[in-house]
């Protein structure tokens, strides 16, 4: 079956503008949650979302927001793009939200350089 | 505060080798996984061991926990030079307002 999709795969952007991801989760996965991934700061949690609510949220600024919709896949939004935005966007998903037993899935990512 | 920290930072061995690498953590957990990160790409599932679990086996993989110690380990026996990338610890971060928290990672490099 096919996996976690993230689109686009590769993103240049300005200062100022904004930006929004992708992410298409495994067929008959209802849980996506999105993380950072910078040099300096690893893996940093965004956000997750379960049957298109936000169940958990990490310490981003508003900035950074988020949505999912009713066939479970998800769009992360960034406006206002700030340098330090440049980052490996990564997507994952799972069957439930807690603790899944068979731990994520993740997408290949999106690079986005801000410039 | 991280939950997870990895070490060491980077380990470089030939192929054939056993290489070791290490997770701690803070606060107690339900469970703790391991993830391998081709770079640049996302991070694949590698095991995952419960806390009741002292250690589990997949292929050449090989995971202790030590839940006095809040300890991991993780083991790949016989590397391979595929086997390079970098592999994180992730825990439990719902206390953090999380759903799991990654540590820094180590960057294994197997040498042919």
């Known amino acids: 079956k096919a996996g976690v999709t993230q689109t686009p795969r590769y993103l240049i952007k300005t200062r100022g503008q904004q930006v929004t991801l992708s992410c298409s989760p495994i067929s008959g996965h209802r849980s996506v949650s999105w993380y950072q991934q910078t040099p300096g700061q690893g893996l940093q949690f965004l956000f997750e979302y379960f049957s298109e609510t936000q169940r958990n949220k990490g310490n981003f600024p508003g900035r950074f927001s988020g949505r999912q919709f009713s066939n479970s896949r998800s769009e992360m939004n960034v406006s206002t793009l700030e340098l330090g935005d440049s980052a490996l966007y990564l997507c994952?998903?799972?069957?439930?939200?807690?603790?899944?037993?068979?731990?994520?899935?993740f997408g290949s990512g999106t690079r986005l350089t801000v410039v | 505060s991280q939950q997870g920290e990895e070490d060491p930072q980077a380990l470089s061995i030939q192929e054939g080798e056993n290489a070791t690498m290490n997770c701690s953590y803070k606060?107690?957990?339900?469970?703790l996984q391991w993830y391998r990160q081709n770079s640049g790409r996302g991070l694949v599932h590698l095991i995952l061991?419960?806390?009741?679990?002292r250690e589990k086996h997949s292929g050449r993989l090989r995971v202790t926990l030590d839940t006095s110690k809040k300890s991991s380990s993780l083991l790949i026996t016989a590397s391979r030079a595929a086997d390079t990338a970098s592999y994180f610890c992730?825990?439990?971060?719902?206390?953090?307002?999380?759903?799991?928290?990654f540590g820094p990672g180590t960057r294994l490099s197997v040498l042919p």
């Open positions: 994952a998903s799972s069957l439930s939200i807690g603790n899944p037993s068979h731990g994520y899935t």
């Open positions: 061991i419960r806390s009741n679990e």
């Open positions: 992730a825990t439990d971060g719902r206390n953090y307002g999380q759903n799991f928290v």
């Open positions: 606060t107690s957990i339900n469970n």
